[in-house]
T-cell receptor, first 113, second 115 residues
Framework: DADVTQTPRNRITKTGKRIMLECSQTKGHDRMYWYRQDPGLGLRLIYYSFDVKDINKGEISDGYSVSRQAQAKFSLSLESAIPNQTALYFC????????????FGPGTRLLVL | QKEVEQDPGPLSVPEGAIVSLNCTYSNSAFQYFMWYRQYSRKGPELLMYTYSSGNKEDGRFTAQVDKSSKYISLFIRDSQPSDSATYLCAMRPNAGGTSYGKLTFGQGTILTVHP
């Protein structure tokens, strides 16, 4: 089984809808991250969490919210989706000692119509 | 201006060629430098990382960091079709400060190695 899983893998939604992307990990890491990837822009950090009680905004947090339900679970929500949130979303984890090594999930491809 | 700049390519080379991938950066606080590889429809995975300046070699891959020029490179020798992927550079500062623990990624370079 994969160490970092994301659901759903693909999602089509309409403008204004609320959607949630979920991430689970079995690596036992404290640190979890949400990124979006757009062509020509690379990976941009949306939110990150260093433990269950610690949530921090990344460089592009507007329009997004997160919930760290447990050490192993980190969810990303789009409260009212808009077309420019169409992107590939990745969850990642790392431990304190090896922050350079982030383990990524397979990604969620989101299309907002 | 982005903190990390990477030529997105695409880069297409014949099998066996030497490939050079590069990133420049503006934040002098960056101390850890990484290269991630991302195959199509997959998440990125760490390929190599180096601390501060110098070279690091791992098989056909060599990572170089020149902090005086704020420039990092990844060289791939004897490139193979299986090396075809997107390569992303990433970096972070040392401990402390608001950037601690966060990676800043380049835009990624799409590489195709054709037989």
């Amino acid at each position: 089984d994969a160490d970092v899983t994301q659901t759903p893998r693909n999602r089509i939604t309409k403008t204004g809808k609320r959607i949630m992307l979920e991430c689970s990990q079995t690596k036992g890491h404290d640190r979890m991250y949400w990124y979006r990837q757009d062509p020509g822009l690379g990976l941009r950090l949306i939110y990150y969490s260093f433990d269950v009680k610690d949530i921090n905004k990344g460089e592009i947090s507007d329009g997004y919210s997160v919930s760290r339900q447990a050490q192993a679970k980190f969810s990303l929500s789009l409260e009212s989706a808009i077309p420019n949130q169409t992107a590939l979303y990745f969850c990642a984890t790392s431990d304190f000692a090896g922050m350079e090594t982030q383990y990524f999930g397979p990604g969620t491809r989101l299309l907002v119509l | 201006q982005k903190e990390v700049e990477q030529d997105p390519g695409p880069l297409s080379v014949p099998e066996g060629a030497i490939v050079s991938l590069n990133c420049t950066y503006s934040n002098s606080a960056f101390q850890y430098f990484m290269w991630y590889r991302q195959y199509s429809r997959k998440g990125p995975e760490l390929l190599m990382y180096t601390y501060s300046s110098g070279n690091k070699e791992d098989g056909r891959f060599t990572a170089q960091v020149d902090k005086s020029s704020k420039y990092i490179s990844l060289f791939i020798r004897d490139s193979q079709p299986s090396d075809s992927a997107t390569y992303l550079c990433a970096m972070r500062p040392n401990a402390g400060g608001t950037s601690y623990g966060k990676l800043t990624f380049g835009q990624g370079t799409i590489l195709t190695v054709h037989p």
